[in-house]
């Protein structure tokens, strides 16, 4: 198993481009998400997924987008990027969220640079 | 506000000595886990607890519920110890919002 994949591992932009984050994960999870991490601050909730179709707001939603078409993929949508969102990227999954106690699974992260 | 407060953010310690890094949180939780987080940026979890104590190696994890509080304790530290360690609560209700502390950076000098 390759566990959670990402890519890409660095990418810089400008400001008002737009990208997606990559995030795939091949242990059939059902839970997935995205976090951002920020200096000084503990990783914050960006959206997450329940499964195939069905997606929610985290603690700090604005400016992205995600979808849920397959159980393996959730990319994460810069719609027109920001100076703010200069950030390291971790997407996660766990087999199947809620208050299930399970072992969460991190991706190497995505460093972004947003000029 | 900090949900989740880790205590000491920065720790230096010589090889072989006891190393302990406490979490503290404020809301309801389901689950506590612990990370590591290496200098290349990788997580990694340790421990996932919602009660007692675990031990893997020389790592061990305590809870106590009732106090809102948890340790990571570190045995006989060794270099290749030297990480961030992240505290990461999961509240109760849903279950899907975790709450991150903000890490204890731990160097061990050989």
């Known amino acids: 198993n390759a566990g959670v994949t990402q890519t890409p591992k660095f990418q810089v932009l400008k400001t008002g481009q737009s990208m997606t984050l990559q995030c795939a994960q091949d242990?059939?999870?059902?839970?997935m998400s995205w976090y951002r991490q920020d200096p000084g601050m503990g990783l914050r909730l960006i959206h997450y997924?329940?499964?195939?179709?069905?997606?929610d707001q985290g603690e700090v939603p604005n400016g992205y987008n995600v979808s849920r078409s397959t159980t393996e993929d959730f990319p994460l949508r810069l719609l027109s990027a920001a100076p703010s969102q200069t950030s390291v990227y971790f997407c996660?999954?766990?087999?199947?969220?809620?208050?299930?106690?399970?072992?969460?699974?991190f991706g190497p992260g995505t460093r972004l640079l947003v000029l | 506000k900090n949900e989740v407060e880790q205590s000491p953010q920065n720790l230096t310690a010589q090889e072989g000595e006891f190393i302990t890094i406490n979490c503290s949180y404020s809301?309801?939780?389901?689950?506590l886990h612990w990370l590591q987080q290496h200098p290349g940026g990788g997580i990694v979890s340790l421990f996932m607890?919602?009660?007692g104590k675990k031990k893997h190696g020389r790592l061990i994890a305590t809870i106590n519920i009732q106090e809102k509080h948890s340790s990571l304790h570190i045995t006989a530290s060794h270099p290749r110890d030297s990480a961030v360690y992240i505290c990461?609560?999961?509240?109760?209700?849903?279950?899907?919002?975790?709450?991150f502390g903000t890490g204890t950076s731990l160097t061990v000098i050989p």
């Open positions: 996660a999954s766990s087999l199947y969220g809620g208050t299930y106690q399970e072992t969460q699974y």
């Open positions: 242990m059939n999870h059902e839970y």
């Open positions: 997924s329940v499964g195939a179709g069905i997606t």
């Open positions: 809301v309801g939780i389901s689950a």
């Open positions: 607890l919602s009660s």
């Open positions: 990461a609560v999961k509240s109760e209700g849903t279950g899907n919002q975790f709450y």
